[in-house]
């Protein structure tokens, strides 16, 4: 203190061991450990935090008491709260904020755009991430992993299309598409969302206007799903959107409502379905008779073949064995001559009716004998037997 006019008395000279020492408002002071220098109050820890909340400085009232309980003497200084002050609890404060916003987390559906100063600098991969602190980097998050739907045609003008048969088709179709590439779909496309619904109606009627009504709504849906989904992508590339096109789904295909159309294409329907039916039971009608013809012209085949190889070796035996005749008619002309004459009279005579009359047998009644009938009597007793 300043003065003598201290609440615990007037400040002491310092004499050691004496009454007239300094004392503590908690009692007197405690003995000091042997070695340590003596004099300088307030030495405990609890005096210096106390001495951290008084208020210094500044006018006080006769008699006013410091906080808790210490003297209202007067005297310069600052106000501090702890041993930095505000500037101090100010710095810390910021460091956290600035910590805060230097780590940040990416969901696994997601990626993060990490713009410093604005420009790009990187894209974040799932996971705990860092990065310099706002403002100098600041980060911007999109769903890339979620696939959205959108849905195109409905009530409105733009689900009537003009074909290339020179028909109008009533058309809704579904667009399902994500993010591919995060940077290009935020920095290259304004409102992107828009971008890919303008690309799915321009592709559909592109692809309609090559098509035929008849095909459209009965069997080119697949390929028309395709063509649209491949220039589609095509485009969205060249613009560099960023989006990659999942599938376009084909909801609705139909005629419009006025003036019968629906109906006579009803008609064109069931025509068509009448029309495979038929196709599809001649075919199986050709299926059944084809195979059948086939194989019966196969075995005519195998007949032809098989007579003309029998006649083929029957006239090659009959030449040899007049080859061989001749031979021997060379050797024995006589014998020959006779041999050829009596098989050649076998031959004629043998399946014919014979009778034999005998020359011998004087005049009158010409004696016979039967020849045949005794051979059918013959042969009549082995088959008996």
Do not use: C
């Not at 007239?20 to 609890?46: A, F, H, I, M």
């Not at 979620?146 to 009537?160: H, T």
């Not at 032809?304 to 060379?330: L, M, Q, S, T």
């Not at 001559?337 to 014979?354: C, D, F």
């Amino acid at each position: 203190m300043p003065d003598g006019n201290s609440p615990w008395g007037p400040k002491g000279s310092g004499d050691k061991g004496g009454s007239g020492g300094p004392k503590s408002p908690w009692g007197n002071e405690p003995k000091k450990p042997v070695g340590q220098k003596p004099g300088g109050n307030r030495s405990t820890d609890l005096d210096n935090v106390i001495q951290g909340f008084k208020k210094r400085g500044g006018p006080r009232r006769p008699g006013q008491r410091g906080p808790l309980g210490g003297g209202g003497g007067g005297g310069g200084g600052d106000f501090r709260i702890g041993p930095f002050g505000p500037l101090g609890i100010a710095l810390v404060v910021g460091a956290l904020m600035l910590i805060s916003t230097s780590v940040y987390t990416v969901d696994q559906t997601e990626r993060a755009l990490v713009l410093r100063f604005g420009d790009y600098s990187r894209t974040a991969e799932p996971g705990l991430n860092f990065k310099w602190p706002n403002p100098i980097e600041t980060t911007v998050k999109r769903e890339t992993e979620i696939i959205q739907k959108m849905v195109i045609g409905g009530n409105d003008a733009s689900s009537l299309m003009l074909t290339g048969d020179e028909n109008i088709v009533d058309i809704d179709f579904t667009v399902l598409w994500r993010i591919n590439n995060l940077a290009d779909h935020y920095f290259e496309v304004d409102e992107p969302e828009v971008a890919v619904r303008a690309v799915a109606e321009s592709a559909m009627r592109e692809i309609v206007g090559k098509s035929e009504l008849q095909g459209i709504i009965t069997t080119d849906r697949l390929a028309i799903t395709t063509a649209v989904r491949d220039l589609m992508q095509t485009t969205l590339d060249e613009y560099k959107a960023g989006v990659r096109v999942v599938e376009v789904q084909l909801q609705k295909a139909d005629a419009p409502d006025q003036g019968g159309v629906v109906a006579a294409f009803r008609d064109v329907v069931d025509a068509a379905q009448e029309r495979e039916t038929v196709i599809n039971q001649a075919t199986a009608q050709q299926n059944t008779i084809v195979p059948v013809a086939r194989g019966e012209a196969a075995q005519i085949l195998q007949d032809a073949e098989a007579y003309r190889d029998r006649v083929i070796a029957e006239a090659k035996g009959e030449a040899e064995r007049f080859n061989k005749v001749y031979d021997e008619y060379r050797k024995a002309p006589q014998v020959t001559r006779q041999r050829l004459y009596l098989e050649t009279i076998e031959e004629v005579y043998g399946p014919a009716e014979k009778i034999i009359l005998d020359s011998d047998g004087g005049s009158g009644v010409v004696p016979y004998l039967p020849l045949d009938q005794l051979g059918n009597r013959a042969r009549a007793q082995r088959s008996g037997n």
